[in-house]
């Protein structure tokens, strides 16, 4: 069952769908129920109609489709509690919960920071960090350093000059509204890739972590799971495996690639493209196990020119880097993760913004992210 305030012309799932679209508040309400208790339903409707809702009942006959969308856009969710929904073997989360107990001195079924992820979802994870514990050129690092021989972290929130109102993804491609109205198109990028972004983003904000992979030194390697098994993944951990084929003469046995920064643009024709900056370090650990960065190397990477250009470098073993050293090669071996690190800071900025994403987004949880298999070992 659903209910809204806003008024369709007519009470058919089709049309009132569209109006749920349209309608960005919290008033969007679904509430299962097992269909023994549909009395308990009915008393529930007559109230919501009394008050001026919209209310419309799914079952078997429903489309899919429509079914489907009512769900996943819904701004509440919640589940009439009774013996038989108890009873029920479901599949449906609301009802899944029924009977939990409360925890003590709280009002939630939930651990503290369970609901949001917290430590249940950071098990299997690389090893749970935020970047900017790595400190910078000008501040010291507070991580303690963890003896492996590569990582990536991307965790920027990207700058765009447009006042964003709606997220809509169409045709397999995100298109961004702004308050006029106006549509915005973004680049184009496979849609299993965009989902596998977009669920990273998700995850590192609920455990606040910026980790993507890390390969220890036997070679094996520890990767998000949200990435795992997927294109994105694999190009991001491969990537991860060639700093040390340019830069060998120091003496360190890390190297984490890092965004800085994230830059959105208007470009003509209602086209928006991004510039991001990134630094491959090479780390060692002081005597009191905190990391140190030896050696940072900046690059601009510009998707809309596909070019990438060397800054400058940093550290107090920059002074050791070879002359004829392959900047050039090593940033387009790194195009991948300042790609991804692109579409990553957009969507966390979309994310924490909690900007609506409401039309096309059960398709966009149907899409299919798996891709190339993830390795144990690299």
Same mark, same amino acid.
């Given at each position: 069952? *659903?209910?809204?305030?806003? +008024?369709?012309?007519?009470?058919?799932?089709?049309?009132?769908?569209?109006?749920?679209?349209?309608?960005?508040?919290?008033?969007?309400?679904?509430?299962?129920?097992?269909?023994?208790?549909?009395?308990?339903?009915?008393?529930?409707?007559?109230?919501?109609?009394?008050?001026?809702? @919209?209310?419309?009942?799914?079952?078997?006959?429903?489309?899919?489709?429509?079914?489907?969308?009512?769900?996943?856009?819904?701004?509440?969710?919640?589940?009439?509690?009774?013996?038989?929904?108890?009873?029920?073997?479901?599949?449906?989360?609301?009802?899944?919960?029924?009977?939990?107990?409360?925890?003590?001195?709280?009002?939630? *079924?939930?651990?503290?920071?369970?609901?949001?992820?917290?430590?249940?979802?950071?098990?299997?994870?690389?090893?749970?960090?935020?970047?900017?514990?790595?400190?910078?050129?000008?501040?010291?690092?507070?991580?303690?350093? *963890?003896?492996?021989?590569?990582?990536?972290?991307?965790?920027?929130?990207?700058? &765009?000059?447009?006042?964003?109102?709606?997220?809509?993804? !169409?045709? +397999?491609?995100?298109?961004?509204?702004?308050?006029?109205?106006?549509?915005?198109?973004?680049?184009?990028?496979?849609?299993? !890739?965009?989902?596998?972004?977009?669920?990273?983003?998700?995850?590192?904000?609920?455990?606040?972590?910026?980790?993507?992979?890390?390969?220890?030194? @036997?070679?094996?390697?520890?990767?998000?799971? @949200? &990435?795992?098994?997927?294109?994105?993944?694999?190009?991001?951990?491969?990537?991860?495996?060639?700093?040390?084929?340019?830069?060998?003469?120091?003496?360190? *046995?890390?190297?984490?690639?890092?965004?800085?920064?994230?830059?959105?643009?208007?470009?003509?024709?209602?086209?928006?493209?991004?510039?991001?900056?990134?630094?491959?370090?090479?780390?060692?650990?002081?005597?009191?196990?905190?990391?140190? !960065?030896?050696?940072?190397?900046?690059?601009?990477?510009?998707?809309?020119?596909?070019?990438?250009?060397?800054?400058?470098?940093?550290?107090?073993?920059?002074?050791?880097?070879?002359?004829?050293?392959?900047?050039?090669?090593?940033?387009?071996?790194?195009?991948?993760?300042?790609?991804? @690190?692109?579409?990553?800071?957009?969507?966390?900025?979309?994310?924490?913004?909690?900007?609506?994403?409401?039309?096309?987004?059960?398709?966009?949880?149907?899409?299919?992210?798996?891709?190339?298999? !993830?390795?144990?070992?690299?």
């Amino acid at each position: 069952m *659903i209910f809204t305030d806003a +008024g369709a012309s007519n009470f058919e799932e089709h049309a009132l769908l569209q109006d749920w679209l349209d309608d960005h508040s919290i008033a969007r309400t679904l509430i299962s129920f097992a269909a023994s208790d549909r009395e308990a339903a009915d008393r529930i409707a007559s109230v919501a109609r009394g008050y001026g809702h @919209a209310v419309l009942f799914l079952d078997s006959n429903t489309d899919i489709a429509v079914a489907g969308n009512f769900y996943a856009t819904a701004a509440r969710r919640f589940a009439i509690d009774g013996r038989n929904a108890r009873r029920l073997e479901s599949e449906v989360t609301e009802l899944t919960l029924l009977g939990e107990r409360v925890r003590r001195n709280s009002n939630s *079924i939930f651990r503290s920071g369970e609901a949001l992820g917290g430590r249940a979802l950071a098990r299997a994870e690389p090893s749970v960090f935020e970047k900017e514990s790595l400190g910078d050129e000008f501040s010291e690092s507070t991580i303690r350093e *963890i003896i492996v021989p590569g990582g990536v972290a991307l965790g920027e929130t990207s700058y &765009l000059n447009l006042d964003v109102s709606e997220l809509r993804f !169409t045709d +397999g491609q995100f298109l961004l509204l702004d308050e006029a109205g106006a549509a915005w198109e973004l680049p184009a990028l496979e849609a299993k !890739t965009l989902k596998a972004l977009w669920d990273f983003v998700a995850r590192s904000i609920a455990i606040k972590s910026d980790a993507i992979v890390d390969i220890d030194e @036997a070679g094996r390697v520890r990767i998000s799971s @949200a &990435l795992r098994d997927t294109d994105a993944g694999f190009e991001i951990m491969h990537a991860d495996t060639l700093p040390f084929a340019y830069v060998q003469n120091l003496d360190v *046995i890390k190297s984490v690639i890092i965004d800085t920064g994230v830059d959105w643009l208007q470009r003509e024709g209602n086209k928006l493209e991004f510039v991001s900056n990134y630094e491959v370090r090479f780390l060692s650990a002081d005597n009191m196990r905190l990391a140190q !960065t030896r050696v940072a190397l900046e690059f601009e990477y510009e998707h809309g020119a596909e070019s990438m250009e060397f800054q400058r470098s940093w550290g107090r073993d920059s002074g050791r880097l070879r002359e004829n050293l392959d900047y050039a090669g090593l940033g387009k071996d790194m195009t991948p993760i300042a790609k991804y @690190a692109g579409w990553i800071a957009l969507f966390r900025s979309l994310q924490e913004q909690q900007i609506s994403f409401l039309r096309g987004r059960y398709e966009f949880l149907k899409v299919d992210k798996r891709g190339q298999e !993830t390795p144990a070992r690299h």
